[in-house]
């Protein structure tokens, strides 16, 4: 029988290794700035075109390539940042895997320019596929001009998986964002499509927060920084009024590498935890700097989860350091945790962390309460879902069985728009029979309304009844049965911090249906020429930017459409809260309106809307 094993081609292999750096024209975004970085450059400017699956070009001011340098730099395996084992534990540049370069001609078609400081002429190379086009001297500027054009054009199945532009999109802001965050001494620019939407000039690390995060942010950071032989940290956290509903403004850099780490940010929230609200999130912009020989940096391919040596003491050291910060600003009169005993003598605090104290450090009673405490940060992170009260719903909702499922299934995975084409009449039985039979009906504690119905009674959830009518009011109004908008006599503007500013100029289409009229003026600003009948006067762009917040929390969930996330926002937003009081009228229209829904017994989000007490049940329960 003839042999069978052959050496794939080197193109197919590129291919396949491409598919654990190259994920999305983000996943290049992230390798070409971060070789920009590298190669020392102070001024790093990145072009996108069609979210970056047409184009994604870097042009950098750093060191550039000879001619040799610049072919060989597409090799797999190819790299200048490390020559063996050993080297791998003293990592400074943020590549060092020699695979990127390689990736990226096997999945795209790639045009370099490049050209050593000093040197007369540059390099131009043009190669597709893995195959060398092109390859001739050029006048060009120092440094390097890489451009990536056409994504997948060979890989049709991975072309076909990549997201909607805004999606892409934003993955390619996000990524932006963490390269920029981490080296505020270098401009960086993001032009899309021709329209700047980032010009970043070097400064200090709170500009840098300020001008991506935005300006609300400027007199609201509170410095971190401590100090050991052990490890460093440094950076900023927000004052505990600015926190949000999202996640969003969280960084973690270790050794100026962007991490995702669910452990360290748990150090953080705990030292937030007795001065925010719970789903709150607050902002952190953490710099960790550690000895390279801790950390094993080459677990994940695009290196975005690290190990380190010892977890705990890490944790140890950003909560008492956070905690510290958050102290010593008093930024609350009656902050009161027992920081002066626990906190500020814990070694990782107060004094340099060296390898026998991190011994008596684990014997802590801080050390104790933090690895308990631990165990649930997982659980914790997943309830993220927040809107989605499983247990709640277990427990209340009068159709128990599948009701909860088949909401959770309405949305979940009908990610494409076409959802919107019927979207209430997903076999819902509506529990007509539960309708209020009388028009007497009492709020308590100014958020629940009592009713009597046919069965016995039902216990109302005002905001979540709100939520639902709304709802399906914009739902309606996406079908063709708009909104009506009242002008603004004195059109707002509103400024937005960049990355917000690419999201909202992605809803305006859909935005206008629901009868808010927004302008984009470009640079991150937009003016509000008019909004829902319903808004006060005044509140327009306090309602919008609130709305903003929740749809980006509800972005976590890759899941929904776009629109269905803005629907749920709007909903959200413009339901009447808890605690408000409803004239006579208002109860009326409100219970009126609840019992003309399509579905009236759950929120969009699947939270129950209201309970009923059956007459039968009341009687039993007095022993009758
Ligand atoms: P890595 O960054 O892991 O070394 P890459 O495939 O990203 O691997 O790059 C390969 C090599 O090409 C780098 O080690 C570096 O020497 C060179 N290189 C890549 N991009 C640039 C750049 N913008 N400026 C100078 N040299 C670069
Ligand atoms: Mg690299």
């Not at 999109?169 to 960086?188: A, G, K, N, Q, Y």
Request: charged share 25%; with cysteine; proline share 3%.
């Amino acid at each position: 029988m003839a042999d069978i094993i052959t050496l794939l081609p080197e193109n197919i292999a590129n291919q396949i290794a491409a598919g654990e750096v190259i994920q999305r024209p983000a996943s290049a975004v992230k390798e070409l700035l971060e070789n920009a970085v590298d190669a020392g450059a102070s001024e790093i400017k990145l072009y996108i075109n069609d979210a970056g699956k047409s184009l994604v070009q870097v042009i950098d001011n750093g060191k550039g390539m000879s001619e040799t340098d610049a072919r060989m730099s597409f090799e797999r395996h190819a790299t200048s940042k490390i020559k063996n084992i050993d080297d791998l534990f003293h990592i400074k540049t943020m590549g060092f895997r020699g695979e990127a370069l390689a990736s990226i001609a096997g999945v795209a078609q790639v045009e370099l320019k490049t050209k050593k400081t000093g040197e007369s002429v540059g390099t131009y190379i043009e190669i597709e596929n893995s195959i060398v086009k092109s390859q001739q001297p050029v006048a060009t500027d120092e440094g390097t001009n890489i451009s990536m054009k056409n994504l997948f054009f060979n890989v049709p199945a991975r072309r076909n998986f990549l997201k909607s532009n805004a999606s892409e999109l934003r993955h390619i802001v996000d990524e932006f964002i963490r390269v920029s965050m981490s080296f505020p001494s270098i401009f960086f620019s993001l032009t899309s499509n021709g329209q700047e939407v980032f010009h970043l000039e070097k400064g200090s690390l709170k500009q840098r927060i300020i001008q991506i995060l935005g300006n609300n942010y400027s007199s609201k950071l509170v410095s971190v920084k401590e100090e050991t032989d052990y490890m460093n940290i440094s950076g900023f956290v927000g004052k505990p009024e600015t926190t949000k509903k999202t996640r969003g403004d969280q960084y973690f850099f270790v050794n100026n590498r962007f991490i995702k780490s669910a452990y360290l940010n748990h150090a953080v929230m705990n030292a937030f935890s007795d001065m925010i609200a719970k789903d709150s999130f607050p902002m952190y912009t953490l710099f960790i700097d550690i000895d390279p020989s801790r950390l094993d940096i080459n677990v994940h391919p695009t290196k975005q989860e690290i190990k380190f040596e010892d977890e705990k003491i890490i944790y140890a050291f950003v909560q008492s350091a956070v905690k510290h910060a958050l102290a010593q600003y008093s930024v609350t009169p009656t902050l009161d945790f027992e920081l002066d005993s626990a906190i500020q003598h814990t070694e990782a605090v107060s004094q340099p962390f060296t390898q026998d104290k991190q011994f008596a450090a684990t014997g802590s009673s801080l050390y104790k309460t933090f690895t308990q405490k631990n165990q649930a940060h997982f659980i914790e992170s997943k309830s993220d879902i927040g809107h989605w009260d499983a247990n709640l719903l277990q427990q209340n909702l009068p159709e128990k069985k599948s009701l909860k499922i088949e909401l959770a299934l309405e949305n979940v995975g009908k990610s494409s728009d076409d959802y919107f084409q019927n979207p209430l009449k997903n076999n819902h039985q509506v529990i007509a029979s539960k309708k209020p039979t009388t028009e007497d009906f009492i709020q308590i504690h100014k958020s629940f309304i009592l009713a009597q119905n046919e069965n016995g009674f039902i216990v109302i959830h005002q905001q979540n009844a709100h939520e639902r009518i709304l709802y399906e009011r914009f739902v309606n109004a996406i079908k063709g049965k708009p909104i009506s908008v009242q002008r603004s006599l004195f059109p707002v503007t509103i400024e937005l911090a960049p990355a917000d500013a690419v999201l909202l100029a992605d809803l305006l289409l859909d935005l206008a249906l629901l009868g808010y009229q927004v302008e984009n003026f470009g640079h991150n600003t937009f003016v509000i020429q008019g909004s829902p009948a319903d808004i006060t006067d005044g509140n327009e762009k306090a309602a919008l930017e609130k709305m903003l917040e929740q749809y980006k929390h509800f972005n976590m969930e890759a899941s929904f459409s776009k629109r269905e996330k803005l629907l749920r926002s709007m909903a959200w937003q413009q339901s009447v809260k808890a605690g408000t009081l409803l004239s006579e009228k208002e109860l009326n229209t409100l219970v009126e309106d609840l019992f003309n829904c399509e579905i009236n017994n759950t929120t969009p989000n699947g939270k129950p809307v209201f309970l009923e007490f059956k007459k039968e049940e009341l009687g039993k329960m007095f022993g009758r």
